[in-house]
């Protein structure tokens, strides 16, 4: 069996046509924004992007994440090393999940 992959051609079509359908209103600008996301996911990696339930993380379960210690995640965030930005919460320091999955996923 064949394997149909969807190119990034594909992808840049899809979204020069659905824009105006968004500015529209006919579809949501979110829902146009997942569709192109998951396109993208599609033309890139093969597969979609999987559903996540955005969530705060502390520095450890960001660590455990990377795969790295603690002590080291911490060293290597305040060098600047990690494009995901920390949030406070109160006095507390926080992540997104969501960038930071997008920040491992970049490396595949």
């Known amino acids: 069996m064949n394997e149909i992959r969807i190119s990034m051609n594909t992808v840049r079509f899809f979204k020069r046509i659905m824009r105006p359908v968004a500015e529209e209103g006919i579809i949501s600008l979110p829902e146009y924004n997942e569709a192109i996301s998951q396109l993208t996911s599609l033309a890139e990696h093969g597969v979609p992007k999987p559903v996540v339930t955005p969530k705060l993380l502390d ?3 960001v660590a455990e994440m990377l795969n790295i ?6 060293k290597l965030e305040a060098e600047g090393a990690f494009p995901f930005k920390r949030k406070m919460v109160g006095s507390a320091v926080r992540y997104r999940n969501t960038d930071v999955l997008n920040y491992i996923s ?3």
Do not use: A, P, V
Not at 69 to 74: E, G, Q, R
């Open 59 to 61: 520095q450890r379960e």
């Open 69 to 74: 210690s603690h002590s080291n995640f911490k």
């Open 106 to 108: 970049s490396y595949d």
